[in-house]
Nanobody
Framework: QVQVAESGGGSVQAGGSLKLSCTISGLDFGDRSVGWFRQTPGKEREGIACVHWDGEKIYYEKTVRGRFTASRDAANSTLYLHMNSLKPEDTGMYYC??????????????????????WGQGRQVPVST
């Protein structure tokens, strides 16, 4: 079976940094886009970073662009998210996910949670002032 598991994170103060990792097993995601999503109470889960199938083209949602860095290590079945200059509004549950198919649709044009079929349980990231 496919397993997606996030790790890392924790509580940090505004301006600090955190790193999240995501291990994926039971699925070869080397030819699929993988992404990080964030959800806060009262809001929909939204994509914040997408590492495309080639592992090099990366898309960031505008609120995290320039502060967060996503990467992947397909050989080790791992996805990463480095979060810098964290803000209180970054507080939320962070999820790792894998696209449903290997169709090469770029996240620049379409980055929707419905296109991702394999999800981790999420990691809470509280950012205090």
């Amino acid at each position: 079976q496919v397993q997606v598991a996030e790790s890392g994170g924790g509580s940090v103060q505004a301006g600090g940094s955190l790193k999240l990792s995501c291990t994926i097993s039971g699925l070869d995601f080397g030819d699929r886009s993988v992404g990080w999503f964030r959800q806060t109470p009262g809001k929909e889960r939204e994509g914040i970073a997408c590492v495309h199938w080639d592992g090099e083209k990366i898309y960031y949602e505008k609120t995290v662009r320039g502060r967060f860095t996503a990467s992947r290590d397909a050989a080790n079945s791992t996805l990463y998210l480095h979060m810098n200059s964290l803000k209180p509004e970054d507080t939320g549950m962070y999820y790792c996910a894998v696209k449903r198919t290997s169709a090469h649709d770029v996240c620049y044009l379409r980055f929707l949670k419905t296109d991702f079929g394999y999800w981790g349980q999420g990691r809470q990231v509280p950012v205090s002032t």
